[in-house]
T-cell receptor, first 111, second 113 residues
């Protein structure tokens, strides 16, 4: 398995703004997943993008994947206070492999 | 089935005591993972099972840590002779072959005094 590195480490925006966070990884992947973690809670799966996909949408979430640059981005549009959480990316070399997490991006959405 | 459940949610213990955490995965999931998370860090992989077989253990898992998954259902994580450095959130996750998506429980927070 390999670990993704999220950037920035912390992001503070106002409600209604868009939030963009990035993930970089080192070797070829089969898919890349994004997870959200609210303070003191478990992680929640947000979206999975496969290596042959370039963009994927789920509600207010938009994920892109650039395998040539070994990077992914997560865009949250029209952010809400409830989006305040840590966000982790997890690149995967296949469904048989374990996921390894970085330190995440801590998003703070203020009213 | 309401998801992955972990018990207890919180545990305070004195240094040197043994503690055990239990995880009940989603019933049809054949894989079960344990992670440890300290404040401000991401989850660190500890070990995982496919059915009842423990397939991988992290070097983080010292000989004071042991995990079991009898009959491929629930799992337990035991920490013997706890140390203050063991204070963390212990997260359990399960998945089904072929999906890759992990479903996490709410975690068991351990405080070692």
């Amino acid at each position: 398995s390999q670990q993704g590195e999220e950037d920035p480490q912390a992001l503070s925006i106002q409600e209604g703004e868009n939030a963009t966070m990035n993930c970089s990884y080192k070797t070829s992947i089969n898919n890349l997943q994004w997870y959200r973690q609210n303070s003191g809670r478990g992680l929640v799966h947000l979206i999975l993008i496969r290596s042959n996909e370039r963009e994927k949408h789920s509600g207010r979430l938009r994920v892109t994947l650039d395998t040539s640059k070994k990077s992914s981005s997560l865009l949250i549009t029209a952010s809400r206070a409830a989006d305040t959480a840590s966000y982790f990316c997890a690149p995967s070399t296949g469904t048989a492999s374990k996921l390894t997490f970085g330190t995440g991006t801590r998003l703070q959405v203020t009213l | 089935d309401t998801g992955v459940s972990q018990d207890p949610r919180h545990k305070i213990t004195k240094r040197g005591q043994n503690v055990t955490f239990r995880c009940d995965p989603i019933s049809e999931h054949n894989r079960l993972y344990w992670y440890r998370q300290t404040l401000g860090q991401g989850p660190e992989f500890l070990t995982y099972f496919q059915n009842e077989a423990q397939l991988e253990k992290s070097r983080l898992l010292s000989d004071r840590f042991s995990a079991e998954r009898p009959k491929g259902s629930f799992s337990t994580l035991e920490i013997q002779r706890t140390e203050q450095g063991d204070s963390a959130m212990y997260l359990c996750a399960s998945s089904f072959d072929g999906t890759g998506e992990l479903f996490f429980g709410e975690g068991s927070r351990l405080t070692v005094l």
